[in-house]
Nanobody, 125 residues
């Protein structure tokens, strides 16, 4: 059974930092893209960042560029999201996701087959 488990969420003041981690089990994702999505209250879920299977190609949504960094460790089957200079508008549930198709880097959440349960990030002003 494949599982993605997120950790590292919490409450932080604006300008602060958090590091989210996602640990995958049940299968290896060393040939698959992984991503972080988020869903704020009353809003649709959106992609935050994604990373290809080698870690050499990344994507960030415009609102987090220069503040967030996605990284992965294929030996540990993990993907992290370092979030700096957090803003109240970053408040959301953050989800880790893994693409089931190898050697791709999809942007659409419909392409991601495996999902974590989510972790809450709250940024106070």
């Amino acid at each position: 059974q494949v599982q993605l488990v997120e950790s590292g969420g919490g409450l932080v003041q604006a300008g602060g930092s958090l590091r989210l981690s996602c640990a995958a089990s049940g299968r290896a994702f060393s040939s698959n893209a992984m991503a972080w999505f988020r869903q704020a209250p009353g809003k649709a879920r959106e992609i935050v960042a994604s990373i290809n299977w080698t870690g050499g190609t990344t994507y960030y949504t415009d609102s987090v560029k220069g503040r967030f960094t996605i990284s992965r460790d294929n030996a540990k089957n993990t993907v992290d999201l370092q979030m700096n200079s957090l803003k109240p508008e970053d408040t959301a549930i953050y989800y880790c996701a893994a693409d089931g198709t190898p050697f791709a880097l999809p942007m659409s959440q419909s392409k991601y087959e495996y999902w974590g349960q989510g972790t809450q990030v709250t940024v106070s002003s």
